[in-house]
């Protein structure tokens, strides 16, 4: 997996975690076991960590895309925060409903390795000490019973639905550039139940200049002269936010969020709680950007001018509005708001990411603008109904 970020161009140290190693190694040469602790500037030793490393392994291995990645970690990292909600007013094990609750979700979704994560459970059950081993299983069977209800949600949320449109032909209307010519990507995406927004279309974006208009022209000529004096430092950008392998952009953001709480010492409830509503926020970025997309079809930029050379591959779906730009930027202001002290820092991370596809041609100016909007107004509702510290959190959308 590489790195999770890499900072923009001028940015300063602000955006490098330091790795306070060397306190840990002194501290394992002493005589007696050093005593646990709730957090490290790098690693928080709880659950909600170890199961959020494992879902990122398993979006790896089976390679799911992605809307997989995001819908996975989202479905997840709810459930985690129903199961630890729960165990907290019923006072069991909250590491075992943790647990419970995750290899649940994850052997549902991965069903494929499903024997792999009960096996991973089985192991940790019976790794915990035989005094406490049956409060844990309590914890792990009433995590159980969480994830199955998150499973209800996840059964019914019409991400895997068919389409029954056509895509429209004519002038200013997009069409397939692979070759052969495939039919569009997830054009059934934008009616998926949302987590946070009332639909997909709740937000969607106002329509784009129009085709041959002076102002569309204006867009194409911006693409184009990126295009034409591309530097390497964009080259480079444009290809590290690709996310084509690994866990893709939500596992990137999986890891960054973790590291920032752990150095800030979130308690596991309120990690759980950050990362549930940060990965929602993401995958409500993405229904909401391909409602719009699939209402507009804009083409991309190539289309519009065979000129324009690309730095990277061109997703096989409609310019605008852009999914980086709604995705990460919805997902940065989200994790700023959660940690209260980072300035706007992943925000700027989240713009970078959506910076990256007009640096590789692939994108125009308004489709960052209109995913930017798209990203403010999510994290601003997530911001007003996300998940209590308190209440088990059911998805908004219908």
Not at 14 to 41: M, R, V
Not at 213 to 229: C, G, I, L, N, W
Not at 303 to 332: E, F, R, V, W
Request: aromatic share 8%; hydrophobic share 40%; net charge positive.
């Amino acid at each position: 997996m590489k790195p999770a970020f890499r900072p923009a161009p001028g940015a300063t140290s602000k955006f490098l975690f330091p790795l306070l190693l060397a306190a840990t190694l002194l501290a394992g040469c002493a005589n007696s076991p050093p005593a646990a602790t709730a957090a490290t500037p790098w690693h928080a030793a709880t659950a909600t960590n170890e199961w959020n490393d494992y879902a990122n392994d398993l979006i790896a291995r089976n390679q799911v895309g992605q809307g997989g990645a995001l819908r996975t970690l989202a479905y997840l990292n709810l459930a985690i925060h129903n199961a630890l909600v729960q165990a907290r007013a019923q006072q069991q094990d909250g590491d075992g409903a943790v647990a419970g609750a995750s290899a649940t979700v994850l052997a549902q979704l991965f069903q494929k390795d499903a024997a792999a994560v009960t096996g991973r459970l089985d192991r940790e059950v019976k790794a915990v000490g035989g005094a406490q081993r049956a409060r844990f299983q309590q914890g792990v069977e009433a995590g159980r019973a969480v994830g199955q209800q998150v499973l209800a949600q996840v059964a019914g949320d019409r991400a895997g639905a068919p389409w029954a449109g056509t895509v429209p032909t004519g002038d200013g209307k997009w069409a397939s550039q692979v070759q052969p010519a495939a039919a569009p990507l997830a054009p059934a995406i934008g009616g998926a139940r949302t987590f946070l927004l009332a639909s997909g279309s709740e937000f969607r974006a106002p329509p784009p200049p129009a085709w041959g208009s002076r102002e569309f022209q204006d867009q194409v000529r911006q693409v184009k002269t990126v295009s034409d004096s591309r530097t390497n430092q964009q080259v480079r950008v444009a290809q590290y936010w690709e996310n084509l392998t690994g866990s893709f952009a939500a596992g990137a953001w999986n890891q960054v969020a973790r590291q920032a709480m752990a150095q800030r010492n979130f308690d596991e409830a309120r990690t759980a709680r950050a990362l549930a509503t940060m990965h929602m926020a993401g995958w409500d970025g993405l229904v909401a950007c391909h409602d719009s997309k699939y209402v507009y079809w804009v083409p991309r930029p190539v289309q519009a001018d065979p000129s324009i050379t690309q730095a990277i591959g061109l997703p096989n779906h409609p310019s605008y509005p852009s999914n980086h730009a709604c995705i990460s930027g919805a997902m940065g202001r989200v994790l700023d708001a959660q940690l209260g002290d980072s300035k706007g820092q992943y925000e700027a991370m989240g713009k970078q990411a959506g910076d990256s596809r007009l640096y590789a041609g692939i994108h125009y100016p308004m489709d960052m603008d209109a995913g930017n909007e798209i990203a403010r107004k999510i994290a601003s509702r997530a911001a007003q109904a996300g998940p209590a510290p308190d209440k088990p959190f059911m998805p908004l959308g219908k």
